[in-house]
């Protein structure tokens, strides 16, 4: 998958080799080969200093010793990145269309979009983009979803969909942090140089009708199902491991 890094220093105690060596069997909406793959990418990543130092975060943001919070980072980091691999796989094309700035794939971009984009407040992402002006009233809702007016390292993020998929996006967008302009106008010219069939099927995604929002959440749900399962596996993981521990006590 693109822009992850493989890092191979802090996994999570016991789940990660335990979670990888269960045998892979499909369920239903999960790819279980796509999930350890995630699993194994996110336990490298989240708990590794040096991923957060990619992004300039401070010191203070880079470790965590609370387990249950550390938890929480592999979690979200599994549902975005499960997701993006989804989208990836739903729309091929959408990994070689280019960069809307530097370091920063227009593909992640969409799938930060159909992660959270829900079409609630019945905006038009396409009339935005036809108009091509922040100050139309079709697009300042749009905007604020395309473009975070503050930098991403400033506050606790570490649920984020382009913190947990992308960290050379994070650079880029903290570049040019308070300008929604500068991202909206440069996703704007990446989309006007997609083919027209690759326009349309984007719209079909992004757009604010009831197909475009159901399959948002078909995808979604799909992402949520694979967490699930992550979890599942993992709580069976611990509980092994505890009644482990309990027999050694006992000189079992």
Same mark, same amino acid.
């Given at each position: 998958?693109?822009?992850?890094?493989?890092?191979?220093?802090?996994?999570?105690?016991?789940?990660?080799?335990? !979670?990888? %060596?269960?045998?892979?069997?499909?369920?239903?909406?999960?790819?279980?080969?796509? %999930?350890?793959?995630?699993?194994? +990418?996110?336990?490298?990543?989240?708990?590794?200093?040096?991923?957060?130092?990619?992004? $300039?975060?401070?010191?203070?943001?880079?470790? +965590?010793?609370?387990?249950?919070?550390?938890?929480?980072?592999?979690?979200?980091?599994?549902?975005?990145?499960?997701?993006?691999?989804?989208?990836?796989?739903?729309?091929?094309?959408?990994?070689?269309?280019?960069?809307?700035?530097?370091? /920063?794939?227009?593909? =992640?971009? =969409?799938?930060?979009?159909?992660? /959270?984009?829900?079409?609630?407040?019945?905006?038009?992402?396409? #009339?935005?983009?036809?108009?091509? #002006?922040?100050?139309?009233?079709?697009?300042?809702? @749009?905007?604020?979803?395309?473009?975070?007016?503050?930098?991403?390292?400033?506050?606790?993020?570490?649920?984020?969909?382009?913190?947990?998929?992308?960290? +050379?996006?994070?650079?880029?967008? #903290?570049? @040019?942090?308070? +300008?929604?302009?500068?991202?909206?106008?440069? !996703?704007?010219?990446? !989309?006007?140089?997609?083919?027209?069939?690759?326009?349309?099927? %984007?719209?079909?995604? &992004?757009?604010? $009708?009831?197909?475009?929002?159901? %399959?948002?959440?078909?995808?979604? $749900?799909?992402?949520?199902?694979?967490?699930?399962?992550? &979890?599942?596996?993992?709580?069976? @993981?611990?509980?092994?491991?505890?009644?482990?521990?309990?027999?050694?006590?006992? $000189?079992?």
């Amino acid at each position: 998958m693109r822009n992850f890094t493989v890092q191979s220093l802090i996994t999570l105690l016991v789940t990660s080799s335990a !979670f990888l %060596l269960t045998p892979m069997r499909s369920d239903a909406q999960v790819n279980m080969n796509r %999930l350890a793959q995630v699993v194994k +990418s996110c336990q490298e990543d989240m708990l590794s200093p040096d991923y957060y130092k990619r992004m $300039g975060f401070s010191s203070d943001h880079i470790y +965590s010793n609370n387990k249950t919070q550390n938890k929480q980072r592999i979690t979200y980091c599994i549902n975005s990145r499960y997701h993006y691999s989804l989208l990836l796989t739903k729309y091929p094309w959408l990994d070689s269309t280019g960069e809307i700035l530097p370091g /920063y794939p227009g593909s =992640v971009l =969409v799938g930060s979009l159909a992660k /959270y984009f829900e079409g609630i407040y019945h905006t038009s992402i396409l #009339d935005c983009i036809a108009n091509q #002006d922040l100050s139309s009233e079709e697009c300042p809702l @749009v905007a604020r979803f395309i473009a975070n007016g503050t930098a991403l390292r400033n506050g606790q993020y570490y649920n984020d969909y382009t913190v947990n998929v992308c960290p +050379s996006c994070v650079v880029a967008h #903290d570049e @040019v942090s308070g +300008s929604q302009q500068e991202i909206f106008k440069a !996703f704007v010219q990446w !989309f006007l140089t997609l083919e027209k069939t690759q326009r349309r099927e %984007l719209i079909s995604l &992004l757009g604010d $009708g009831d197909e475009a929002r159901e %399959l948002r959440l078909v995808i979604i $749900g799909e992402a949520n199902t694979a967490e699930k399962k992550y &979890l599942e596996v993992r709580q069976g @993981v611990e509980e092994q491991e505890q009644e482990r521990r309990r027999q050694e006590v006992l $000189g079992n």
